[in-house]
């Protein structure tokens, strides 16, 4: 029997699980997890099998030694007491020290490296009167040392350096994803099992393409330290180089055998830089053959579904949104990727990692499962969402799929309604006999007729045309979540019936309190839009590309309140968004309207809307520009305005804005801005909806303000009356 020894392994948070189990598979049988680690007993091919096998381990650590180190020269003469010669050569060889010390007395963990290094070399110099060299990179042994509670455990670093080093990574994008967070994910997605059943696997914003190699490399059967040509042990004096040329064949032949099992592996990505990249890097682990990747946009994908299997796994590492900018477009980010399931691939699961798990809310889609994982220094989970079912009817109303575990859905039954269901049942019933009425009316096409009415149901429903808008506000904290989820169920199933229109169109988006401007732009727009109309006037609307709708139906009144005013005069709309206002100020017979917006979707959302009313020409200006450097440069500009629109969002910090924007905080100077752009006697209307606002009174130079906000609350809105605060603003003449 060979030697056995004990190992100590090492994983970041949430993969011991999966570690344990792939010891399993390697017929370690003695082994313990531990906070932070696992611990076997077993022979060092064992431990080779770690270091070759092994897709989610960090480092294999071989403790050779136990000592006492209260102080540094403790540590060092028990450093210098242990036979070194035994594991390195003292002429031409080279180490590395890595040191960390927890609740002991040497906290320095540099200092602590040192002094290991030194006692190692001055027992080779005593010795031999030849000492080693130090080598970072590569050495010829890594010593790690951990001192813990004054007790210093000395082990060989048998990996040499962190396992997730595949060696296939010719070409790095920015912020790749580490391999054995890759696999990880997969694992814990059950590919390797859905690959052998032939499922296929797509990742539309591949980077670098680590999901890709990782998930090729585990359908093949391919070792992910197979390209590997240094370990930890290469060097070693007492490495068994015959056990490990055995493991290196036998890994060679099940590469071979296992290649030809690799199902349809496909990767996209917009970023050409990233195509090339992952091209590279596939290239480099040999399996061009195998997988695909193509230059392609989030939304292109649903072209390819007709191609794809009906079964597989989507996996996604969508940006995080750390840098300023990128986080207004998340939410917009989770709702194609829920379409494109739903809608494309309806017989697939998806696994996608955020440092965001709220976000997933924007998919739409039922979540199975959530497991935590760091992606380096970022606390993170993985959302594990099953494949959804084809839609069935039963007097028009749409059953959800439950959470499964077992890998065939359930079939799908009637939610039975609740006592509590049946009362909002009558409340909408109520609202909507008298809202209708009201709304025909006013030519009123689109409107709200519930707004959290009752707190076990957290939704706002809208009416647009033939189809309705529901969001789910984040439920009050007295109300149990799993509560809310079951009361949110039911209320899909309820809402088509008693507004009887089909399940396919009632509209889901989850909406909690924000933080960030509450207009979400899209990749792409516009496609999924249609008409509606409001006093007279027409308007494109988007219940399903973004998270707001093209137009907020809180602000009707205040849009009929400007028009009135605009007869004649000059009028700017700041943060102009799709342009809703100035259509109204152009039906109401404005000289001219300039609309300012930072987003070209937007301004070309706005431009459509004042064609569609018959609103063209030169008198009508759509400027793309950040608003607050806008109005800074107007400061010096010679034209002014008799009329200004200026609604703000709450807070935002996009990256084409220099700095942090925040309502509360910056309003007296946006609004002064503003105001100094008015021609004597102008007037502005000045709208947030950030609740707690409170505005700065008798602090701004040469206007009066009015609060209007109860003449702009329209019929609809009455139910919440902190939808939004208006203030009426006059300059002085």
Sequence with gaps: MAKQHKFTLTAARGMLPLLAEELKQLGIKQSKQEQGNIRFTGSLEDAYKVCLWSRVAI???????????????????????????????????????????FRSKIKH????????????????????????????????????????????????????????????????????????????????????????????LIDPMC?????????????????????????????????????????????????????????????????PKAVEAARANIAEAGLSDWIQVAQRRLLDWPAEAQALPPMGLLVCNPPYGERMGDA??????????????????????????????????????????????DNGPIECEVLFYRASKAVTQTNQTQAIPEPVISDTAPDLQEVEISEQGDMFANRLKKNIKHMAKWARKNKVSCYRIYDADLPDYALAI??????????????????????????????????????????????LKVRQKQRGANQYEAQAAQNKRFEVEENGLKFWVNLKDYLDTGLFLDHRDTR????????????????????????????GGAASTTSVDMSNTYLGWAQDNLQLNGFDGEQHRFIRANCLEWLQAAQQEAERFDLIFLDPPTFSNSSRMDGVFDVQRDHVSLIQMAANLLKPGGQLIFSTNRRDFKMALNVMEGVSLKDITAQTIPRDFERNKKVHQCWLVTKSD
Aim: hydrophobic share 40%; glycine share 6%.
């Design 59 to 101: 480092r294999v650590l071989m403790p050779i030694a136990t000592i006492r180190a209260e102080s540094p020269e403790q540590l060092y003469e028990g450093v210098t007491a242990l036979p070194w010669e035994d594991h390195l050569e003292a002429e031409e060889g080279t180490l590395a020290v890595d040191f960390n010390s």
């Design 109 to 200: 963990n540099q200092y602590g490296a040192q002094k290991v290094k030194d006692a190692i070399v001055d027992r080779f110099r005593a010795l031999t009167g030849i000492r080693p060299s130090v080598d970072l990179h590569q050495p010829d042994i890594r010593i790690n040392v951990y001192l813990r509670h004054n007790q210093a455990t000395i082990s060989i670093d048998l990996s040499g350096e962190s396992l997730h080093r595949r060696s296939y990574r010719a070409r790095n994008t920015e912020a790749p994803l580490k391999e054995h967070l890759a696999a990880a994910i997969l694992l814990s997605a059950e590919w390797p099992r859905l690959a052998r059943q032939g499922w296929a």
């Design 207 to 271: 980077g670098s393409g680590t999901f890709l190699i990782e998930a090729a490399m585990m359908a093949a059967d391919i070792a992910p330290g197979i390209l590997r040509d240094y370990f930890g042990f290469i060097y070693w004096k007492q490495h068994d180089k015959d056990a490990w040329k055995k493991l290196k064949a036998d890994a060679e032949r099940r590469r071979q055998a296992g290649l030809a099992r690799i199902p349809v592996i496909l990767g996209g990505d917009a970023d």
């Design 328 to 373: 207004d477009s998340l939410p917009r980010l989770y709702e194609s990727l829920g379409d494109i399931m739903r809608e494309s691939l309806p017989g697939w699961r998806s696994a996608i990692i955020t440092d965001k798990p709220q976000l997933g809310k924007f998919t739409g889609l039922t979540l199975f499962e959530s497991v935590p994982f």
């Design 462 to 507: 809208d009416v647009y045309d033939d189809q309705v808008h529901v969001q789910e506000y984040a439920p009050p904290k007295q109300i149990d979540p799993q509560k809310a989820v079951e009361r949110l169920k039911e209320a899909m199933h309820i809402i088509p019936d008693v507004l009887e229109v089909p399940a396919s169109s009632v509209s």
């Design 560 to 587: 009929l309140m400007l028009m009135n005013m605009a007869r004649g005069k000059d009028f700017l709309n700041l943060f102009s968004y799709t342009g809703s206002v100035t259509v109204y100020a152009a039906a």
